[in-house]
């Protein structure tokens, strides 16, 4: 896959501190999700040498939009199509924003007749209006392209994940009610605070362009990245970093299953899971050796945990192989699904690997 890298803004656009601008970043409950940590990821890439960069598993979207913000040209990539839609609507979009005639239109009621989501998940996860309502919205945002498209699809998923406990959909109840005020919304009134929440990121900065691509790691052309900023799933030493799992609602949603394989005799109607070498042990040290190979050439950001099966010494001396300088960084992170004091919580060091 072989990239023409944007150009620059060709303005003066004023911009924003980069902790402010990070502020306004929609906060979607995202496994792995960087947003804490975007701060000291700025200041690890201003260390290194100016020029293009690629967040090559782009997830939540919130490291591509700290390279915006940063000044740097980027490449947001994710293989989930909801992920992509994410930076395609805030970090790849300059300037379009889902204007209140677009919100009136989206929720003036169902223009078609379509019923796929209420049909299909009947009973699991909403009430039977608001699965009417993400039917509705569809036979609308059908209609709409490009970036007013990419907010509107991303806000009807951060809507859902608000509502959703935990925001991940591997629960069909509300056992795990945290008593938040999104959990009580309609999706129609959480959609339409999640459309305000999008346009409010977006934003121009006059020294960098970004680009949002939906496809796997190493069809990237690595070619004329000055930075690649690496982050992808891992295998870990107990369960799974299977993303489709958790957020299968969400992929659905993007794309209103088209293309997606639902396994019915599943109670969550879930979407058939999609291989990724660096989740399981018996693959991840070719993997993580094969991706620092493929970008090589330039300098490489990775983001590890400390509750991977693979040890940060084995990684780190992957990385060696292909880099000749290598540097660690260490940042306690606290880890969690929810809010409320049953919600799975646990701490553990992100390690930051640097290698020039």
């Known amino acids: 896959m072989a990239f023409v890298l944007p150009e620059p803004v060709p303005s003066a656009a004023p911009t924003l501190p980069l902790a ?3 502020s306004l970043y929609p906060r979607l409950r995202f496994m792995g ?3 804490k940590l975007a701060p000291k990821l700025a200041e690890v890439f201003d260390s290194l040498p100016p020029g293009p960069a690629v967040d090559a598993f782009s997830g939540s979207g919130i ?3 700290t390279l915006k913000a940063a000044g740097r040209i980027v490449v947001a990539n ?5 992920a992509s839609t994410i930076t395609r609507a805030v970090v790849e979009n300059d300037a ?3 204007t209140p005639d677009d919100v009136e239109e989206i929720c003036s009621g169902n223009a078609d007749g379509r019923d796929f989501i209420a049909t299909t998940f009947d009973g699991l996860y909403f009430p039977a209006e608001d699965m009417r309502f993400l039917d509705a919205a569809w036979s609308h945002i059908d209609r709409l392209d490009g970036a007013r498209q990419a907010i509107a699809l991303a806000s009807l998923c951060l809507a859902a994940a608000w509502k959703q406990p935990r925001g991940v959909f591997t629960i069909t109840t509300p056992r795990y009610d945290d008593g938040r005020r999104q959990m009580r919304m309609s999706l129609e009134d959480l959609f339409r605070e999640a459309v305000e929440t999008y346009n409010a990121a977006v934003f121009e900065h006059p020294h960098a362009r970004a680009t949002s691509t939906c496809g796997e790691v190493f069809d990237i052309d690595p070619e004329g990245f000055a930075l690649a900023y690496l982050d992808p799933p ?5 369960d799974d970093t299977c993303y489709i799992k958790r957020y299968h609602f ?3 949603l993007a794309t209103y299953w088209r293309g997606q394989e639902i396994m019915w005799e599943t109670k969550t109607r879930k979407i058939k899971k999609r291989y990724t070498p660096f989740a399981y042990k018996h693959t991840v040290r070719d993997a993580f050796d094969r991706l620092f190979d493929h970008f090589s050439a330039s300098a490489l950001v990775v983001s590890y945990g400390s509750n991977a099966a693979l040890p940060i010494e084995e990684l780190e001396a992957l990385l060696r192989r292909h880099k000749r300088f290598v540097r660690r960084e260490e940042i306690e992170h606290r880890y969690a699904f929810g809010t409320h004091d049953a919600a799975s919580r646990r701490v553990a060091t992100e390690y930051v690997l640097v290698a020039t």
């Open 20 to 22: 402010d601008r990070l």
């Open 33 to 35: 999700s960087k947003y």
């Open 63 to 65: 490291v591509s939009y």
């Open 78 to 82: 994710d293989h989930l199509v909801f």
């Open 96 to 98: 379009e924003h889902l």
């Open 234 to 238: 891992y295998a870990p030493p107990r």
């Open 250 to 252: 969400l992929e659905g």
